[in-house]
């Protein structure tokens, strides 16, 4: 899924007419207007980019939500030169937002990593795009030659392709790879101190943040918080799937109700709930599908925004059995080095696959929310909560569901087929085994 949605209010995506890639850099130019970037430390420039982008409020568009200029300072501190790290991997199934991005506006997500690059005094950028994600890695080093062709790349940059996995995105994870190939994600105790690649503090940013980056910086954060709240000002990328006609990615106002979204994408039929965030993200019940799409307001009902997911799910559909897919491909995806992940996730997944078939003992449903809670909070990285909240969420969204699944009476959705995109195969074998 890769198609994009525009509206002439659209802020980060630029397509060619015809729908071919995105801009070279002088329809990027004259599309967006120049960019200008000391080629020194520029003590006047630098405190007005961390600035602005403070006062813009942008949240990070990576998961985690970190306020984005908060990461700046730490990394400038340290006596070595920095790394800026694009992180392009994008390991959710269901997300298409960052390689949409980068094939229709690598020059915006360029842009922005020069921008961060210069406030923290970086001598190199690397983008980190996934082995599998062809057409994303060719438009980003298209991108790159034509800079350094037109003289405009003022630090080394180059493009990295590391192993694609769910958790190869994880920034800790990432940075590991970069360093020494394992790709573990680390145990962050403090996460003020800068993650290292070679001794080297490193600043890690999502495409979308980088770009957003880039408009701050050309038109200022009042213009910014022209759409959005007061809370969560701006505009986000969100990929929408499932029950809908038209699924691809949208540019939405943060705060637009969730029905909203999915309506634009063609809402088809009733729905039965909506996964919002991804697979580490939460199921959100019909009731409240007016909730607006942002940071608190989703956090009030239990659910996240994400890595901007939404996934429509159709009345019909059988949401233990969905949330068991993913819980079983999560359980996959594990880096393999924390007990309570390794041994629990698999355990969890074997529990909803039998509650969803209509063939779990009768304590099913006290061992999930037991190991649930034995899981949480227990991995060097956030994997295996975000399993716990997805699950705890289907359990409450599809209670009556639920209880008549643990009584052995399954919906006739169960034997349906998913609404969910999976990497190739992975259903397959799981019918196979
Ligand atoms: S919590 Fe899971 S995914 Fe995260 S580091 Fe530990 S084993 Fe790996």
């Not at 980003?140 to 180059?158: D, K, L, N, W, Y």
């Not at 038109?219 to 691809?248: C, M």
């Not at 909203?260 to 019940?285: K, S």
Request: overall charge positive; hydrophobic content about 40%.
């Amino acid at each position: 899924m890769s198609a994009v949605t525009l509206e002439t209010n659209d802020r980060l995506l630029t397509v060619r007419p015809g729908g071919g890639m995105g801009p070279d850099l002088a329809e990027h130019l004259a599309t967006h207007g120049t960019l200008s970037i000391p080629a020194r430390d520029d003590t006047d420039w630098r405190t007005g980019i961390q600035r602005a982008v403070s006062a813009s409020g942008l949240l990070g568009r990576g998961g985690a939500g970190f306020p984005s200029a908060l990461k700046w300072d730490a990394v400038r501190r340290g006596r070595r030169r920095p790394m800026v790290v694009v992180n392009a991997m994008e390991g959710e199934p269901a997300s298409a937002k960052d390689r949409v991005l980068l094939s229709y506006a690598p020059h915006l997500v360029l842009d922005g990593a020069e921008v961060v690059a210069a406030v923290v005094g970086a001598s190199e950028i690397v983008i980190c795009v996934a082995e599998d994600n062809r057409t994303a890695a060719a438009a980003v080093e298209r991108a790159v030659t034509e800079r350094m062709r037109a003289g405009i790349a003022r630090r080394r940059m180059s493009v990295r392709r590391p192993p694609s996995r769910y958790v190869a995105g994880e920034e800790s994870a990432l940075v590991s790879w970069l360093d020494d190939k394992r790709g573990l994600p680390m145990l962050r105790v403090d996460k003020s101190v800068p993650l290292q690649v070679s001794r080297r503090p490193v600043v890690v940013h999502n495409v979308e943040t980088l770009s957003q980056v880039a408009l701050i910086a050309r038109h200022g954060p009042d213009w910014f918080r022209r759409v959005g709240t007061p809370e969560a000002p701006g505009s986000t990328l969100v990929t929408v799937s499932g029950a809908v006609r038209s699924p691809g990615v949208f540019e939405v106002e943060l705060g637009t109700p969730v029905v909203d979204i999915v309506r634009r994408a063609g809402l088809e039929t009733e729905l039965a709930g909506v996964l919002l965030g991804g697979y580490g993200g939460a199921w959100l019940h019909p009731s409240r599908l007016a909730t607006p799409y942002a940071p608190g307001p989703l956090s009030a009902v239990g659910a996240t925004l994400g890595v901007g997911i939404v996934i429509a799910l159709p009345v019909g559909s059988c949401g233990i059995t969905e949330t068991a897919r993913i819980a079983r491909y999560m359980a996959g995806e594990s880096a393999g080095q924390c007990g309570p992940c390794v041994y629990g996730l698999p355990a969890i997944a074997t529990d909803l696959e039998q509650l969803a078939a209509g063939r779990a003992d009768s304590a099913v449903l006290e061992r999930i929310r037991a190991r649930a809670t034995a899981i949480e909070g227990r991995g060097a990285c956030r994997h295996p909560d975000g399993v716990v909240r997805l699950v705890r969420s289907a359990l409450a969204v599809f209670a009556d569901d639920v209880a008549a699944h643990a009584q052995g009476r399954p919906c006739p959705g169960h034997s349906a087929g998913s609404v969910l995109r999976f990497p190739d195969g992975h259903l397959a074998s799981r019918r196979a085994s």
